[in-house]
């Protein structure tokens, strides 16, 4: 780089701070020459000079200062004198600031502030000497403390100290020079600086410049000036800062930020300012209207347009305007189009469940469709048209009649259907098909399943719930929030106990919130939950037990009294993974959750027709009781399989022990809590009771045979839909090579290009048939979405019988699937790094450094003996383009600004790789011995196979 630097922790000479302190402070170093003069040469960031300087400048301090508080020691004189050996009056700061440097670097804050004083008074003019130091400090301002943040704090406390200045004085004396430039043409360099500085740095200069009393035409002009060249961002910190939002138009200061997509920044923008939210969120409501073209907007800011419009488009932009709504306090009437978007998105999930999928009943259907329409003419439209997509013709004559369409709005067909129907006086309903021997059937009497709505019924019960050492399944139902925000509260908590099932209706016993019900309610369910001798079995019970608790504000700590506790779901996520698809054979859609977990148990899934229903209604339908009583109890029966046959779904553990479900005739003697097996432990909860997890119940890997052909990793190519761009990261981390549509790419491009480019599709939408029509059997595989991301990629790896080496591990990039890497020496790196200012070694630089320096190696689960060093060439300077150093010959800009500065200071690093595709940094770290910990299962071979080395990879 051509010039010698100093360490952080050092003083200019190679001294301890405390001791360079004292010598600067005996010998002050006077380094002649203007100020603008010295801070183009030496002032441009901590540590850091342009390479063509040549010049030794003591650093800027390590983050270990940056706690210090100066408070307001005495000692210094606000009326500017000076003990003999001071700064001579009329000389620059550089004559003061490298012991400031050193005083801040060796937390010395009471001689700080002395020095600082000192070299205020004897300064011609204090507030012009600070704007140049900060005008020639700006690479390396950063948030929180920093010498320029304590340097600006301590010249305000100093003007504040002094007399107040005469009638016509602009300034006050800095001294025995009366004299000083006007206060304005102060003003507008300090509202220039304002609008790029950190925010430690906004009151002070406020204070320092009295930009609160400036001219406020000049300071709206100069906002205007930077916005019209382009410098959105900065325009709206400084209106911001300086809180002239009022005096600004919203819709013109936020446009350009909105198409950046800097909504957090537009936000903060409006806070405050309810009239502004307002106008914010009737901008962003309008571009959700129908048909509207957010391209033509994007086409009247020219300099704010960006390449994509992605984040932009309707359903998007639908969802942020809501939040913003809610986030504001405003009535929804204050977004009526994107209410409406909602609710059309809403309607096609109805007509979906309805009429594809048939797991909604046509009475609840017109319900919930009823009260998403209402009198919308827009809504009515558009339910036609997905009516006349999905449905027949007289399908649509019922769905009109149901829900009061206009006949004239029918097609011919339909409307002739429609008329036949009103002369029938009735609307003829398909015929109810018999599905009894398809779905899980509730095994008690239907006298069984009692419903308690009072106080006194759920007295009379009390014992039977209450039984210490039984088991008790737990299930809640509410009504569906088709075209709504806020979630809906439970309707209904089911409790099954061996033999029976009570269903306790929520609606009525929680009013009123402090009735003689409502409290019987969260004492019964409290102490339920509280006894760590019953049971607790639930799918998702965390979810539901936060439902509960917004439900009736008595059971608010519901989630922290539970103990004794078994959620089923992470044990069915355990058995899915070890029962993972068998190599060659599709998987298609079906059950899911519960219901799936049902069928892998007890052999036939739940009967989810009811699922969707209207729990609000009162009395509950007969089918909406059956079901609600076995989703409850199915979670008993489920228990007691798992507890008598663990080895057939390959759980770990001794359960054989745990009881059979009773008879008939044992109903009224539930049986005791089956024993845990030996070592087995219960992991604490955050409110001191326990849960049952699954980890409970282990389970091991599931080995799978490969019958199909091997392929290598690196051959294995893939195309993934928009909703598994995390199985594609992890598939990427792997070596294979994979293709991620984007968010708004359709379905239809995945089958395209896996024709092109011999692809298998990987889904988990549901297109997943058609996808597979194009492409042809064993050509498209459809992925569980509720498993995580790397369970996919081992199910994925399985199912094609993939195998992945050591050697495969990061041999793509995982952000762009590149998989061409170049090297990049460490003092190339650091050159870089420094010309392109990304990086402030003082800042975060010692926290990255005591994370990166540790040895990985001793960290749990990292495989000693792996060594990270693909094969690739080493980058030299002169392919990089002289106009741009951080960037390739073939356009490629190297994302610098990841690289942590402490990692350029590691030792013992000696060289970086970037990905030549996109950029993107890495270097060696313990990242290797956690994907090697965590893919070990699916990995080929043993890790001492490897070629001995650190257990270091790329960060």
């Known amino acids: 780089m051509g010039c010698l630097l100093h360490r952080p922790d050092r003083g200019p000479g190679g001294e301890e701070p405390a001791a360079a302190a004292r010598a600067l402070d005996r010998k002050r170093t006077r380094t002649p020459g203007p100020l603008a003069h010295a801070l183009s040469t030496g002032l441009t ?31 210094a004189d606000p009326a500017g004198g000076h003990p003999a050996g001071g700064p001579a009056r009329g000389q620059d700061m550089l004559g003061f600031l490298p012991t400031l440097q050193a005083l801040w670097s060796a937390r010395q804050p009471q001689q700080f502030k002395e020095e600082a004083w000192r070299g205020f008074a004897a300064l011609d003019d204090p507030r012009a000497a600070l704007l140049d130091l900060l005008e020639g400090r700006r690479a390396c301002w950063r948030k929180g403390p920093s010498l320029e943040a304590w340097l600006t704090r301590e010249l305000e406390r100093w003007l504040q100290a002094r007399p107040p200045p005469g009638p016509s004085q602009l300034t006050p004396p800095p001294g025995p020079s009366q004299g000083g430039p006007g206060l304005w043409p102060l003003q507008a360099r300090a509202a220039r600086l304002l609008a790029e500085s950190p925010s430690s740095l906004v009151e002070p200069l406020v204070s320092i410049f009295q930009l609160q009393d400036a001219d406020r035409g000049s300071l709206l002009a100069h906002v205007h000036q930077l916005h019209q060249e382009g410098k959105f961002k900065e325009a709206a910190m400084l209106g911001t800062k300086l809180r002239l939002q009022p005096e600004l138009d919203v819709e013109m200061m936020s446009t350009p930020l909105l198409l950046q997509d800097q909504l957090g920044l537009v936000e903060r923008y409006v806070d405050g300012f309810p009239g502004l939210q307002r106008r914010l969120l009737a901008l962003m409501d309008s571009w959700c209207r129908p048909g509207f073209d957010i391209s033509v907007v994007a086409r ?34 204050a977004c009526p189009h994107a209410v409406a978007q909602q609710r059309l998105a809403a309607l096609r999930y ?12 046509q009475e609840d259907w017109a319900d919930f469709v009823r009260g998403l329409v209402g009198s919308s003419e827009w809504l009515q439209g558009r339910l036609l048209r997905l009516l006349a997509s999905r449905a027949d013709a007289a399908t649509v004559a019922r769905c009109a009649l149901d829900l009061s369409l206009p006949e004239e709005w029918l097609p011919a067909t339909a409307a002739t ?57 737990l299930d809640l139902e509410w009504r569906p929030s088709f075209g709504t925000w806020d979630p809906p509260p439970a309707s209904l908590l089911q409790l099954a106990v061996p033999g029976r099932v009570f269903l306790l209706d929520l609606l009525t016993l929680t009013q009123p919130a402090d009735g003689q019900a409502s409290r019987a309610l969260s004492g019964l369910v409290s102490r339920l939950l509280s006894d760590p001798s019953i049971t607790k079995l639930g799918y998702g019970m965390a979810g539901d037990l936060k439902r509960l608790a917004a439900s009736c504000p008595a059971l608010a700590h519901a989630p922290e009294q539970l103990q004794g506790g078994l959620d089923l779901l992470p044990v069915h996520g355990r058995i899915r993974e070890a029962d993972g698809p068998a190599p060659g054979v599709d998987r298609a859609p079906g059950p899911r959750g519960l219901s799936l977990l049902v069928q892998q148990v007890l052999g036939r899934p739940l009967d989810k027709a009811q699922q969707l229903s209207n729990w609000d209604r009162r009395p509950l339908a007969e089918g909406q009781l059956l079901y609600a009583a076995a989703d409850a109890y199915c979670l008993l029966e489920v228990y007691w399989a798992l507890c008598r046959e663990p080895a057939r779904f390959r759980l770990a553990g001794d359960l054989a022990r745990s009881p059979e479900p009773p008879g008939p005739q044992e109903a009224s003697a539930p049986p ?71 968010n708004s790419e359709d379905h239809r491009r995945a089958a395209e290009v896996a024709r092109q480019e011999g692809r298998i599709i990987l889904t988990s939408g549901l297109p997943y048939h058609t996808l597979r029509a194009q492409v042809g059997a064993g050509r498209c595989l459809w992925v569980d979405c509720n498993l995580k991301a790397p369970q996919q990629a081992k199910a994925v790896l399985r199912h094609f019988n993939v195998r992945v080496t050591h050697a495969d591990i990061f041999s793509r990039c995982q952000a762009c699937n590149c998989d061409q890497y170049l090297k990049v020496s460490k003092d190339l790196m650091t050159q870089l790094v420094g010309l392109s200012g990304q990086n402030d070694p003082s800042s ?53 600004a990841g690289v942590p500065a402490g990692v350029l200071r590691r030792p013992g690093l000696r060289h970086f790789f970037c990905c030549s595709g996109c950029g993107k940094v890495f270097w060696e770290g313990s990242h290797l011995g956690r994907v090697v910990s965590q893919f070990h299962d699916v990995l080929d071979g043993l890790p001492g196979c490897q070629e001995p080395g650190p257990a270091r990879s790329p960060s």
């Open 672 to 742: 005791q809590q089956p024993p845990l097996s030996p070592g087995t432990t219960l992991p604490p909860r955050p409110g001191g009771g326990r849960l049952l997890s699954g980890a409970v119940l282990q389970v091991p890997v599931a080995e799978v045979e490969g019958a199909a052909p091997e392929i290598p990793a690196r051959a294995f190519r893939v195309v993934c839909d928009n909703m598994l761009q995390g199985l594609a990261r992890s598939l990427r981390l792997l070596g294979a090579d994979v293709l991620a549509l984007g």
């Open 350 to 361: 109805l007509c979906y469940k309805r009429f594809v999928e048939g797991s909604l009943s």
């Open 45 to 75: 960031g901590p540590g850091r000079v342009p390479p063509s300087s040549g010049c030794l400048l003591p650093p800027c301090p390590g983050p270990a200062a940056l706690r210090m508080d100066p408070g307001h020691p005495a000692g």
């Open 417 to 473: 259907e429609l008329r036949r129907l009103r002369l029938q006086g009735r609307t003829a309903e398909a015929p109810v098909e018999d599905t009894t021997g398809r779905y899980y059937q509730l095994p008690i009497a239907r006298k069984d399943v009692r419903v308690l709505a009072s106080w006194e019924e759920l007295a009379r019960h009390e014992a039977e719930l209450l039984q210490p050492g039984q088991v008790v399944g």
């Open 844 to 896: 975060a630089g010692d926290k990255a450094q005591s994370e990166d320096t540790q040895e990985p190696g001793s960290a749990p689960g990292e495989t000693p003996g792996l060594a990270y060093d693909p094969p690739c060439r080493w980058l030299e300077a002169a392919e990089l383009r002289a106009s741009a150093p951080a960037t390739l010959g073939n356009g490629t800009r190297l994302q610098l």
């Open 300 to 333: 009247r800011h020219p300099q704010a347009a960006p390449p994509t419009l992605e984040k932009l488009r309707p359903r998007v932009l639908t969802r942020q305007v809501l939040r913003l709504q809610k986030r504001f306090g405003l009535d929804p009437a």
